[in-house]
């Protein structure tokens, strides 16, 4: 029966919570964990064997290895996402950079274009032009005045592009740092013409990125503020050229002696290639360097189609240059000396000016010439490597200036700021000092060894020749004498002798005053020898007569016309130039002679032959010499009498042409008169002297007196000191 048939199933209690949830759950073969060698497995049913579910199929990747256009579209999704990220920080990094860069620079509103500092014309007693001084040496010229090719050149070969950019080139900067890459090194430059000109005005030439940034921002303004030409105008007239020239107008005048309205094509090249390294390329020094230069430029030019080729080529065929060289250059040494006493005699300089000095350029010349040629001929002979030379009026007024052997090698000036033993050079104040106080040249001395204190001063050959007079004395330059004379009248007495001639160095007033141990420069030296050879009034070497504006409306300073004072007896004067005449006829410095005047001065040489000095006069002119080394090392016995006389002679003699003969103050007798009553011929037309009626001093009248036998009296004359 039905009733009594037991379900299969049996009864199913009811199930509450998690057990509930839990009850239907079956898990198939696809849910299960796959592990290696498992096999689907069917379950079996009433209904019989079920077949087993086919496995999932693989994806297959698309045809030809294309990614779907889903993920092409999310790759450039976030390259674009990307992209206007750092784009966006991109430009806020530019603009801090901008911001802070503007914070950097002076105020725009304020900005100008600052005015050229003034120059300093230095001219001679003729009106000629002897140096320039001053960082802008031309005159400003307009764009309009220029041959059109001069500009061009600069168009060509510093910024093709000048006309079309806005003040940077970011294709020219783009092309230098490829051409750089290239080179591996700095081969060419990407700043512009308003570039340059921004960094020329306002910047220094420090190569930082703060500078090249700031360079920018002003290239910017100036390109707002000023037109294409102006630009160009101004950078022509600011830029440097080299050899202290700066503009167009100075360099063309510097180098090829003309304006720079009448250059050559040639010669704008040229200029335009200097800018590129002015002081290795000036041409007054590198002559080769700037000619392969300027034919880049030509080559350039014609390129850009400012010239044809055939213009190029000719142009380097026959290059036109009329280069002036660069010389020794002494002058510069007065051009220094001026700028030096500048500031006392105007002040503060802000207008251009021009200074008219005393300086005889033929004279200038003909001394830088004496001093070269000498040192050239002999300088390793006798191990001397400069030297120097003063030439003034009796009244002062310097006429020439040798301050060294070479100005572009040192500008040192050894006739104005060195200071050295001057040697016996300095005998004259002990001389005069002892004359002042009642001796004559014919007082007589002993020339005998000596012992002051332990210290015992020797002649220059170690010899004595007893009784002299002091002009004798003077003449062979006698130590012993000297010294004896000084501490006779007082070394502080002499000093005050040196001090009210001119002399303005600190003197160490004790016995070897005598002997010129105390330094002084060779031009205070020389100017406290001009009362002897002004009748005893004394000097101040001065350089400067006038000092004017360019246009000339206003003159700024002229040399006061004072009466100078009367610092020695004209009595005493004469007795000196006497005395002095006498160094150059039977002395220390026979060699110097100049024909028909009367001459006179004192050579000098230092302890250890480290300075050779020699200072003499004319009625006309009063000249010192000095040679020696610059590191106060020995020389090779060079004496006073030997170079610093033959380069006193060879300038003076030179300098003396064409003046009319006069001579020494108190002196009634010329030079050639003084040799003839020595023994020589009588020159026709010269007066016989009268002096101090007595023959010249001759070798006779001191050799009987020497205790050292002929020999040394010999060596003495010969080598002198």
Same mark, same amino acid.
């Not at 002196?667 to 040799?675: K, R, Y």
């Given at each position: 029966?039905?009733? +009594?048939?037991?379900?299969?199933?049996?009864?199913?209690?009811?199930?509450?919570?998690l057990?509930?949830s839990?009850?239907?759950?079956?898990?198939?073969?696809?849910d299960r964990?796959?592990?290696?060698?498992?096999?689907p497995?069917?379950?079996?049913?009433?209904?019989?064997?079920?077949?087993?579910?086919?496995?999932?199929?693989?994806?297959?990747?698309?045809?030809?290895g294309?990614?779907?256009?889903?993920?092409?579209?999310?790759?450039v999704?976030?390259?674009?996402?990307?992209?206007?990220?750092?784009?966006?920080?991109?430009?806020?990094?530019?603009?801090?950079?901008?911001?802070?860069?503007?914070?950097?620079?002076?105020?725009?509103?304020?900005?100008?274009?600052?005015?050229?500092?003034?120059?300093i014309?230095?001219?001679?007693?003729?009106g000629?032009?002897?140096?320039?001084?001053?960082?802008?040496?031309?005159?400003?010229?307009?764009?309009?005045d220029?041959?059109?090719?001069?500009?061009?050149?600069?168009?060509?070969?510093?910024?093709?592009?000048?006309?079309?950019?806005?003040?940077?080139?970011?294709?020219?900067?783009?092309?230098?740092?490829?051409?750089?890459?290239?080179?591996?090194?700095?081969?060419?430059?990407?700043?512009?013409?308003?570039?340059?000109?921004?960094?020329?005005?306002?910047?220094?030439?420090?190569?930082?990125?703060?500078?090249?940034?700031?360079?920018?921002?002003?290239?910017?303004?100036?390109?707002?503020?000023?037109?294409?030409?102006?630009?160009?105008?101004?950078?022509?007239?600011?830029?440097?050229?080299?050899?202290?020239?700066?503009?167009?107008?100075?360099?063309?005048?510097?180098?090829?002696?003309?304006?720079?309205?009448?250059?050559?094509?040639?010669?704008?090249?040229?200029?335009?290639?200097?800018?590129?390294?002015?002081?290795?390329?000036?041409?007054?020094?590198?002559?080769?360097?700037?000619?392969?230069?300027?034919?880049?430029?030509?080559?350039?030019?014609a390129?850009?189609?400012?010239?044809t080729?055939?213009?190029?080529?000719?142009?380097?065929?026959?290059?036109?240059?009329?280069?002036?060289?660069?010389?020794?250059?002494?002058?510069?040494?007065?051009?220094?000396?001026?700028?030096?006493?500048?500031?006392?005699?105007?002040?503060?300089?802000?207008?251009?000016i021009?200074?008219?000095?005393s300086?005889?350029?033929?004279?200038?010349?003909?001394?830088?010439?004496?001093?070269?040629?000498?040192l050239?001929?002999?300088?390793?002979?006798?191990?001397?490597?400069?030297?120097?030379l003063?030439?003034?009026t009796?009244?002062g007024?310097?006429?020439?200036?040798?301050?060294?052997?070479?100005?572009?090698?040192?500008?040192?000036?050894?006739?104005?700021?060195?200071?050295?033993?001057?040697?016996?050079?300095?005998?004259?104040?002990?001389?005069?000092?002892?004359?002042?106080?009642?001796?004559?040249?014919?007082?007589?001395?002993?020339?005998?060894?000596?012992?002051?204190?332990?210290?015992?001063?020797?002649?220059?050959?170690?010899?004595?020749?007893?009784?002299?007079?002091?002009?004798?004395?003077?003449?062979?330059?006698?130590?012993?004498?000297?010294?004896?004379?000084?501490?006779?009248?007082?070394?502080?007495?002499?000093?005050?002798?040196?001090?009210?001639?001119?002399?303005?160095?600190?003197?160490?007033?004790?016995?070897?005053?005598?002997?010129?141990?105390?330094?002084?420069?060779?031009?205070?030296?020389?100017?406290?020898?001009?009362?002897?050879?002004?009748?005893?009034?004394?000097?101040?070497?001065?350089?400067?007569?006038?000092?004017?504006?360019?246009?000339?409306?206003?003159?700024?300073?002229?040399?006061?016309?004072?009466e100078?004072?009367?610092?020695?007896?004209?009595?005493?004067?004469?007795?000196?130039?006497?005395?002095?005449?006498?160094?150059?006829?039977?002395?220390?410095?026979?060699?110097?002679?100049?024909?028909?005047?009367?001459?006179?001065?004192k050579?000098?040489?230092?302890?250890?032959?480290?300075?050779?000095?020699?200072?003499?006069?004319?009625?006309?002119?009063?000249?010192?010499?000095?040679?020696?080394?610059?590191?106060?090392?020995?020389?090779?016995?060079?004496?006073?009498?030997?170079?610093?006389?033959?380069?006193?002679?060879?300038?003076?003699r030179?300098?003396?042409?064409?003046?009319?003969?006069?001579?020494?103050?108190?002196?009634?007798?010329g030079?050639?008169?003084?040799?003839?009553?020595?023994?020589?011929?009588?020159?026709p037309?010269?007066?016989?002297?009268? +002096?101090?009626?007595?023959?010249?001093?001759?070798?006779?009248?001191?050799?009987?007196?020497?205790?050292?036998?002929?020999d040394?009296?010999?060596?003495?004359?010969?080598?002198?000191?």
């Amino acid at each position: 029966m039905a009733w +009594g048939r037991k379900k299969s199933g049996g009864r199913r209690e009811p199930m509450f919570g998690l057990a509930a949830s839990l009850s239907e759950l079956r898990l198939g073969p696809q849910d299960r964990v796959a592990v290696a060698n498992d096999r689907p497995k069917t379950r079996a049913s009433k209904t019989g064997a079920r077949a087993a579910e086919p496995p999932p199929r693989e994806r297959k990747p698309p045809a030809g290895g294309k990614r779907k256009p889903a993920r092409a579209r999310g790759v450039v999704f976030r390259l674009c996402y990307w992209g206007a990220v750092l784009g966006l920080w991109a430009g806020i990094a530019l603009v801090g950079v901008v911001v802070w860069v503007g914070a950097h620079l002076p105020a725009i509103q304020s900005l100008e274009i600052p005015k050229r500092p003034p120059t300093i014309q230095v001219v001679g007693l003729d009106g000629s032009v002897l140096a320039t001084r001053g960082e802008m040496a031309g005159a400003n010229v307009a764009l309009k005045d220029l041959p059109p090719y001069l500009p061009q050149a600069f168009i060509a070969i510093e910024d093709r592009r000048f006309y079309s950019h806005m003040g940077i080139d970011p294709l020219g900067i783009a092309r230098a740092a490829v051409a750089n890459l290239m080179h591996r090194g700095v081969s060419q430059g990407g700043s512009t013409l308003t570039q340059q000109l921004a960094k020329n005005l306002f910047l220094t030439q420090e190569r930082t990125m703060q500078r090249k940034l700031q360079e920018v921002g002003l290239a910017l303004w100036l390109e707002r503020k000023h037109s294409k030409n102006e630009i160009l105008e101004l950078y022509l007239n600011r830029v440097y050229f080299g050899s202290g020239a700066y503009g167009v107008e100075a360099a063309a005048q510097r180098y090829f002696g003309k304006p720079a309205k009448n250059v050559t094509v040639a010669e704008a090249a040229m200029l335009a290639g200097l800018v590129k390294s002015p002081s290795r390329l000036a041409p007054n020094r590198n002559p080769e360097g700037a000619e392969k230069r300027a034919q880049t430029v030509l080559a350039a030019m014609a390129d850009a189609r400012f010239i044809t080729d055939a213009q190029a080529q000719a142009s380097i065929a026959q290059p036109s240059f009329n280069v002036k060289a660069a010389g020794a250059g002494t002058v510069n040494y007065v051009a220094d000396w001026i700028g030096e006493v500048l500031d006392d005699l105007v002040g503060q300089i802000d207008q251009n000016i021009v200074v008219e000095t005393s300086i005889d350029p033929k004279l200038q010349a003909i001394a830088e010439a004496s001093v070269i040629d000498e040192l050239a001929a002999k300088s390793v002979k006798f191990n001397v490597s400069q030297g120097a030379l003063v030439a003034m009026t009796p009244d002062g007024a310097v006429r020439a200036m040798v301050g060294g052997r070479n100005y572009a090698e040192s500008q040192y000036n050894r006739a104005v700021t060195a200071k050295r033993q001057p040697g016996s050079a300095f005998k004259p104040f002990v001389y005069l000092t002892a004359i002042e106080a009642g001796l004559t040249p014919e007082t007589i001395r002993q020339d005998a060894p000596l012992d002051v204190k332990g210290w015992k001063p020797e002649n220059y050959s170690h010899e004595y020749f007893g009784a002299v007079t002091l002009t004798q004395a003077l003449s062979l330059s006698l130590n012993t004498v000297a010294v004896r004379l000084a501490l006779e009248v007082g070394p502080k007495n002499v000093a005050r002798t040196a001090y009210r001639l001119g002399i303005s160095s600190k003197l160490d007033a004790n016995a070897s005053i005598a002997l010129g141990t105390s330094e002084v420069s060779l031009t205070e030296l020389v100017g406290a020898y001009a009362p002897f050879a002004n009748g005893g009034r004394g000097v101040a070497p001065h350089v400067v007569n006038r000092i004017r504006t360019v246009d000339g409306n206003k003159v700024l300073y002229a040399r006061p016309r004072s009466e100078p004072d009367q610092v020695v007896a004209p009595r005493h004067v004469a007795m000196m130039n006497t005395m002095m005449q006498e160094t150059l006829l039977s002395g220390t410095a026979r060699k110097a002679e100049i024909p028909g005047w009367s001459a006179a001065g004192k050579t000098g040489t230092s302890q250890d032959f480290r300075d050779a000095w020699f200072i003499g006069y004319t009625s006309s002119l009063v000249t010192g010499v000095w040679l020696g080394n610059d590191d106060n090392s020995p020389t090779k016995k060079a004496t006073g009498g030997g170079l610093p006389v033959e380069v006193w002679t060879r300038f003076m003699r030179t300098a003396h042409q064409g003046v009319p003969v006069a001579a020494l103050p108190g002196s009634q007798a010329g030079f050639f008169t003084n040799v003839a009553q020595a023994g020589s011929p009588t020159v026709p037309g010269v007066a016989p002297a009268s +002096g101090a009626n007595r023959p010249a001093p001759t070798r006779a009248a001191v050799r009987p007196e020497a205790a050292s036998g002929l020999d040394g009296w010999l060596m003495e004359r010969l080598f002198g000191r």
